[in-house]
């Protein structure tokens, strides 16, 4: 994609993170934004963030597990921008604990947001997309969608799912010489609240996560709070390397230094890359912050 000026770009779980520095990031480059989160004070927040910017803003409060709000949500879009040019697909949650301790349930909450509504969203909007003289759907795994850890099965699923969707459908965008692109996103450890946010079935200090990524907290709201401080990557520079990666056509874009090297080290290593991970917080100043 050349530019994003006068685009409009969709962007789910706009509220908070990643997808509230995207929503700045584009605006900033000219983008018309149509806003997507459950919950509705953040989505507010984050529209108040664009107020000052030259730039059309539609927010739409609602659960993307939604099936029936899902497939409206093109007509609304549609009505109030006229048209639509990009789609990030980024909400996403975590469900902690053992397969033995998560139920159907937990499955049926965790991939209808992790992996159907991102396909589902692909789908409504898909042939909108295709009108339009170059377009991109840009969805969001995670280094979790590039290898497992324990703990983490319903996020791993999803994720890998998000990953294999978007492989899938670029390589059948391309095939049939589409304008449309497909990217797919692998963040690292970013400082969102997606710790913070998680629903645990227990919690342990060794919790993956908690021990992958720094935290060494005696609850879960203390290790939410130092996952956050911990992050190598903030959620500015992901917005930043996603909309960089997305002008020069990278369709696989990995976030942060830890991200590649993860990806590296699980490739090198499959058999023994957990026990070797597991001793990285002792060397968490190899991955300065960055703003």
Known sequence: MKDFSQKVALISGAGSGIGRALSIELADKGCNLALVDWNKESLEE??????KKNVAVSTHAFDISDKEKVQALPDEVIE???????????????????V???????????????????????????????????????NTSSIFGLFSVPKQSIYNVGKFGVKAFTESLSLELEMAESKVEAYCVFPGHIGTNIYSSSRFKSFEKDD??????????????????QFKQNAPSSPEHAAKVILKNIKKKNKRILIGIDAHFYDLMSRLFPKSFLKIIWILPFFRNLFKPKT
């Not at 984050?46 to 107020?51: A, D, Y």
């Not at 349930?105 to 009108?131: R, Y």
């Not at 060494?216 to 939410?224: F, H, I, M, P, V």
């Open 80 to 98: 109030f921008h006229k048209q639509i040019d990009l789609v990030f697909n980024n909400a996403g949650l975590s469900i902690v604990g053992t």
């Open 46 to 51: 984050t529209k108040q963030l664009l107020r």
């Open 100 to 138: 033995n301790e998560v139920d159907e349930d937990d499955w049926n909450w965790g991939l209808d947001i992790l992996l159907n509504s991102v396909i589902q969203m692909t789908t409504v909007f898909l042939p909108h997309l295709e009108k339009r003289p170059e377009a991109a759907i840009v």
């Open 208 to 225: 993956a996560g908690a021990a992958i990524f720094g935290a060494n907290a005696d609850t879960k709201e203390e290790a939410g709070i």
